[in-house]
């Protein structure tokens, strides 16, 4: 699907202000961008980790924020399966589910047979404002890890994202202020107790997120390429060629290790070839945001100028190389 005709155009304005375009969230929801993993008996689009590839890129190439947006709910939504199916049913089936959250350990949870007593606070949110639900890992009092998803009207949101780039994914602060959830709220990940035919829940989660964070990766280094070509008037023809072939290789060895996955290795075979995907993955983004730093270098003053796209695009793949999983 086309984008740019499907979403009105990204404004450098819109990014200083750090706000996405009002049609962009609804336009990715009617079209299940953000169900990319849920079974298509809650709606989704079920897709194998190869086939959400030319997604998560897409959406990472036409506006770096929407894209890790997108990554991040889509990923969330992922946890679907971890769920009794009528607990899935009541929460994933609605067509504007996204879920944000955190997974840092943060805050208490007192549990009973029948109810959880959640509060506490959790930082850098994505998708906040557009949140259903957010989930979330606290701790009993006996110091055990407990993961839930909660409502998003239990939750306050607070603006506290510092950083110079993705300005625009609403990646807030949370607060709950002792919240009573049901009891089957809480969830285990890689723990799968519905849709058992849907093979991609049976992924480890650290292989799933990496492979869909160097997707979404890919996607905003094509940005960078995309408006270098439309701002400068710089002959760089072997220097963008040479970089375009890295990317192709980039997306041929994300490829392979989607395909490795999606054939329902053994858990033993997964955790062998983790260390490998992490290696060779990082290794590649390195090796690429070098010599995109080198374009950037010759771009001159429209690369630092906050109404140049580029600019933009800039930033938030210096932000997105922080991440963990790049």
Request: glycine share 6%; net charge positive.
């Amino acid at each position: 699907m086309n984008l740019n005709q499907l979403l009105s155009p990204p404004l450098t304005a819109n990014e200083k202000m750090g706000k996405l375009n009002a049609d962009w969230i609804l336009q990715l929801q009617a079209h299940k961008y953000f169900k990319l993993f849920v079974p298509k008996a809650l709606g989704g689009l079920e897709l194998q980790l190869n086939e959400a590839q030319s997604f998560l890129v897409a959406t990472a190439r036409f506006n770096g924020s929407l894209g890790w947006v997108h990554n991040l709910a889509a990923g969330a939504n992922f946890f679907c399966s971890y769920f009794e199916e009528e607990v899935a049913k009541e929460i994933f089936e609605d067509q504007k589910v996204m879920c944000s959250g955190s997974g840092t350990p943060n805050g208490q949870v007192k549990l009973n047979d029948q109810q959880m007593l959640v509060q506490g606070c959790w930082d850098k949110c994505t998708g906040a404002e557009w949140a259903t639900h957010f989930t979330g890992v606290g701790k009993t009092q006996d110091q055990k890890l407990v993961t839930f998803i909660c409502p998003a009207k239990f939750v306050q949101l607070e603006k506290a994202w510092h950083g110079f780039g993705m300005k625009a994914t609403s990646t807030n602060q949370i607060q709950i202020n002792k919240a009573s959830l049901p009891i089957n709220y809480k969830f285990q990940i890689g723990h799968q107790k519905s849709f058992p035919y849907y093979s991609i829940a049976q992924i480890d989660f650290e292989v799933f997120a990496r492979i869909c964070m160097s997707f979404t990766w890919l996607g905003l280094a094509h940005g960078i390429l995309d408006h270098f070509e439309e701002s400068t008037d710089k002959n760089q023809g072997t220097q963008l060629k040479k970089i375009h072939i890295k990317l192709t290789n980039l997306s041929k060895l994300q490829n392979y290790f989607a395909e490795k996955f999606d054939k329902k290795p053994s858990l033993s075979h997964q955790k062998s070839s983790q260390h490998l995907l992490k290696k060779e993955l990082s290794k590649t983004h390195k090796a690429i945001n070098l010599h995109l730093e080198e374009l950037i270098w010759s771009a001159g003053l429209k690369a630092i100028d906050e109404r140049n796209h580029l600019n933009w695009a800039y930033r938030n793949l210096k932000v997105a190389n922080q991440h963990y999983f790049i």
